[in-house]
């Protein structure tokens, strides 16, 4: 990758390996199955490479969906712990809430002291 280069997504490195894994397996079935059965080879290792791809998004996807509970809870909790501040008067930092809130309060809404 060159330098000032953007690494690129995941998703896209993981497209791009079963783009390739995909191409060597079918160059390597049309090279070495007869031609009369390349056909019927071609659409099998097809079908078992979409399986594994299949089973990886699957497996892709549950933990991507853990990760992100994982992250809403942590938001909850600390969007929680805020609100309990708030309710009993303590005193809270405007940037940490607006942080946690995941927006600027307007000027109307600021308490001064």
């Keep these: 990758m060159a330098p000032g280069e953007a ?4 998703q896209a490195r993981v ?3 079963h783009g390739l894994l995909a191409a ?3 160059d390597g079935a049309t090279r070495l199955v007869a031609q009369n059965e390349s056909g019927a080879e071609i659409r099998r290792i097809s079908l078992l490479m979409f399986e594994v791809l299949d ?3 699957g497996v892709a996807a549950a933990a991507f969906l853990d ?6 809870a942590g938001v909850s909790a600390a969007r929680l712990d805020l609100a309990t501040k708030i309710i009993a008067a303590d005193p809270i930092e405007l ?4 942080q946690v809130l995941g ?9 001064t002291r």
């Design 67 to 72: 990760e992100q509970s994982a992250w809403a």
């Design 103 to 111: 927006y600027p309060h307007p000027s109307a809404h600021r308490r």
């Design 7 to 10: 690494e690129p997504r995941p």
């Design 55 to 57: 089973d990886f998004t």
């Design 95 to 98: 940037g940490h809430a607006e």
């Design 15 to 17: 497209s791009d390996s």
């Design 24 to 26: 060597a397996f079918l």
